[in-house]
């Protein structure tokens, strides 16, 4: 188990375009996994891209587990996407609130197709292919844009909706994605 260091805003190695995974269930790609979970964790996050922490592949996790504190928030279930391919499935887009590791302790408002299909594989090479919407269809959009060097605050149409978490929702816990 290792906890790597999360990259933040300014480290150039985060605007760079990932590379795919060309073997699947190789030792080096679950070694990443159990080092992505276990930062992922201790910081707390709702998801992880590679590139984060300085891999430059094409693999994300994210994953929202029921929690008693917050019953009303969608759960994810815990996923690990690699090589994703995403499809919008409308035009239709909505606004909400993003965080992000890489940005700490900011919030937001960023503009994300409502729904989504999205294909890829798990680190054993299984296929996944599933349509969201929503929630899920944010943060598996905001995870892959990792991928492609994108942060949120580039997708923020208004910058006068980008602040300190504190500050934007005084009182409130809010994660990281
Ligand atoms: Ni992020």
């Not at 060309?22 to 190789?26: N, S």
């Not at 149409?157 to 300190?164: V, Y």
């Given at each position: 188990m290792s906890i790597k260091e999360v990259l933040r805003m300014?480290?150039?190695?985060?605007?760079r375009q990932a590379e795919e995974v060309?073997?699947?269930?190789?030792p080096q790609l679950h070694a990443l996994l159990v080092d992505m979970r276990d930062t992922m964790r201790a910081m707390d996050g709702v998801g992880l891209a590679a590139p984060q922490i300085g891999?430059?592949?094409r693999v994300v996790i994210f994953g929202v587990d029921a929690n008693p504190r917050y019953p009303d928030a969608q759960i994810v279930s815990q996923t690990v996407l690699i090589n994703p391919v995403l499809t919008p499935l409308s035009d239709e887009m909505e606004e909400d609130w993003e965080g992000c590791l890489s940005v700490p302790g900011m919030r937001g408002l960023v503009p994300r197709y409502t729904h989504l299909r999205y294909q890829g594989r798990d680190e054993f090479g299984a296929l996944i292919d599933r349509t969201v919407s929503g929630f899920h269809a944010r943060v598996v959009q905001h995870e892959c844009d990792h991928l492609d060097g994108i942060l949120y605050p580039m997708r923020i149409?208004?910058?006068?909706?980008?602040?300190?978490s504190d500050v934007l929702f005084p009182g409130t816990k809010v994660q990281d994605e």
């Open positions: 300014g480290d150039a190695r985060l605007l060309p073997v699947l269930d190789t891999v430059n592949l149409l208004d910058m006068k909706d980008f602040g300190f």
